[in-house]
């Protein structure tokens, strides 16, 4: 199956008050994503990986060395990562932690806040452009794991709840080199939690 470029779940400024303006999310998601949606399908053209769902094809072409990714696995990853990343931020009133995952991310982690400052330090801490996800690993224990350009948690075979784009393009409109202060608005103000939530297994 072709990639598809989802539509956001909100209008483009709908987030501007809470820290990611209209101007990050059309370079964003207009731009940065449409890129990742239109060489993916132009590389899966005529190979083994097309028709192939997207989670098959990042599965399918991950390489434990980042200097050997390949263009389809790049652009694949990024599709999945973002196709993710929208779902998990919105407006409105989700900023509620619901009460199964609070309970979970204390028993993991301390305190909701001793969880934060660590996805905050993984996301800080990543050098160059990546991710940082807080994930369900293959026991049922959540971990925050950080991880370089596009790789992802389907590659460990974790499931994502939470994850945080810490590439230039995703906060440098809004926070210029502050990642840090992008990465703490990001938790207390963009995170959709029943979103998080939703994907515990």
């Known amino acids: 199956m072709a990639f598809e470029l989802p539509d956001l779940p909100y209008a483009h400024d709908a987030l501007a ?18 890129a990742y949606v239109d060489n993916g399908n132009k590389l899966i053209s005529g190979t083994e990986w097309e028709g192939k769902s997207v989670e098959d094809i990042v599965t399918g072409t991950y390489k434990a060395d ?9 652009n694949a990853s ?16 989700n900023k509620k932690i619901p009460g199964e995952l609070e309970k979970a991310l204390t028993e993991a982690f301390g305190s909701v806040d001793a969880f934060k ?7 800080a ?10 994930v369900q690993d293959k026991d049922g224990s959540l971990k925050v794991t950080k991880t370089e350009n596009g790789v992802n948690p389907l590659c460990f075979g974790q499931n994502a709840l939470l994850g945080c784009d810490v590439w230039e393009h995703s906060y ?4 210029r080199n502050k990642r840090p202060a992008y ?3 990001f938790l207390n103000n963009l995170v959709n939690w029943e979103n998080v939530a939703s994907r515990m297994k």
């Open 66 to 74: 980042a200097v050997a990714q390949s263009g389809i696995f790049n």
């Open 117 to 123: 400052d660590e996805f905050s330090a993984a996301g």
């Open 172 to 175: 440098y409109i809004d926070f």
């Open 183 to 185: 990465l703490t608005n």
């Open 78 to 93: 990024q599709h999945w990562n973002h196709a993710q990343f929208w779902e998990m931020m919105g407006p409105g009133a």
């Open 125 to 134: 801490g990543q050098f160059g452009s990546g991710w940082a996800w807080l």
């Open 17 to 34: 008050e809470l820290g990611m303006s209209a101007e990050t999310l059309e370079y964003h998601h207009d731009l940065h994503h449409k």
